[in-house]
């Protein structure tokens, strides 16, 4: 029943079997006891995995499988007794699903560390979910439980088909589905033995923030991360993975006291820029040059697009307050996140929200239509009048444009 609440918050959609989670409760007693005798009896076997192409930022696509309702309840209830067995081994610089931890958290180590040294290492791995060993992941599970059906239902699960969207099934030798339940748990124990305790033993005097499959690690210099790139590079390939040659970089933390010059001087990291920006010493009214993280180009990008698709400038079928009502949830979330660090960063996406709500208004009434400086008048009163309408006026945001 726990299982089953943990899957119905995460919401989700259908997987190969087309059952919804409201069609699942509406025979919800007999449809868990239908799971629970199974995985009790040891007779449960996971139904094939449903495959969803997305688009990556970056272009092409990577591949989300999707569990049926039934198989992601029953993942839930072998993560929910698995996990407290790793989550303690787990090391303090490990971020990603994790319960207590947020990116947030990496952010801010991440800035305080580039302060502290001239050179990081950013590493991403390539199909990190694809390409895990499952001979390697089983031999760390067994080394953590000794529960027979904990070990018994994790190989199943490693070893369930793909269907694809033309319904050819693809059976797995390695990897964990991207969209399990238990894979993130996996992935970071498989990770935490190729990557967190290897840099331990072997890299103890380089600090290093791990979130998933992005990571990085600071050096005191270029000699020094370009022979750990090689040694990473061996490492991993020990492991059955890759780097990603792209994405995997030394960049050199330039600010006003380093005065060097290299070919990289900024990097992007759980959607924040990090590179030289101008800073203001709070005490001394000062401005130096720091090197300190904002919400990244690529972030923005996705921030305005993500409004684009909400069509806000034609649903003239909406008043002022119902518009701030679907936009809140949304701009709460983006100031929460990006907006914890160089918070005025987020302006430009900020006045792109209140030039949507400038074309609602052109929309909405026939005496400004096509009378954009009127239009942008009428909602520089508004906020004026009331900035607790919308969560970056609220936030200071934007204020002031339209």
Known sequence: ??????????????????????????????????????????????????????????????????????????????????????????????????????????????????????????????????????????????????????????????????????????????????????????????????????????????????????????CRSEQEAQQLLVSLKHRFEECGLELHPEKTKIVYCKDGKRKNSYPTTKFTFLGYDFRQRSTLNRKTKEVFQSFNPAVSKAAEKSMRAHIRTLEIRNRTDLSLEEIAGVLNPILRGWIQYYGCYNRSALGSVMIYVNRTLTAWTMRKYKKLKGRKTRAALFILKIQKENKQLFSHWKAGLGIGFA
């Not at 199943?156 to 269907?163: E, H, I, M, N, V």
């Open 1 to 218: 029943m726990e299982a089953y609440q943990r899957v119905k918050e995460n919401k989700g959609a259908a997987g190969v079997d087309q059952q919804s989670l409201e069609n699942f409760d509406k025979d919800l007693k007999d449809n868990l006891y239908k799971i629970w005798n199974r995985m009790s009896s040891g007779t449960y076997f996971p139904p094939p995995v449903k495959a969803v192409p997305i688009p990556k930022k970056t272009g092409g696509e990577r591949i989300l499988g999707v569990p049926t309702v039934s198989d992601r309840i029953a993942q839930m209830v072998v993560k929910l007794t698995f996990e407290p067995c790793v989550e303690p081994h787990f090391l303090e610089d490990s971020y990603g699903y994790r319960p207590n931890k947020s990116a947030i958290d990496a952010i801010g180590v991440i800035r305080q560390r580039c302060w502290k040294y001239d050179y990081v290492l950013e590493f991403d791995i390539k199909g990190l979910f694809d390409n895990i060993d499952h001979r390697l992941l089983m031999k760390a599970v067994r080394k953590h439980t000794d529960n027979p059906w904990v070990i018994l239902y994790l190989e199943r699960w490693q070893k369930a088909s793909l269907q694809m969207p033309d319904g050819t099934l693809i059976e797995r030798t390695k990897g964990v589905s991207q969209g399990g339940v238990t894979s993130p748990v996996l992935s970071n124990l498989f990770l935490h033995y190729v990557f967190d305790v290897w840099m331990e033993k072997y890299h103890p005097g380089k600090p290093w923030c791990r979130y998933a499959d992005d990571g990085l690690v600071h």
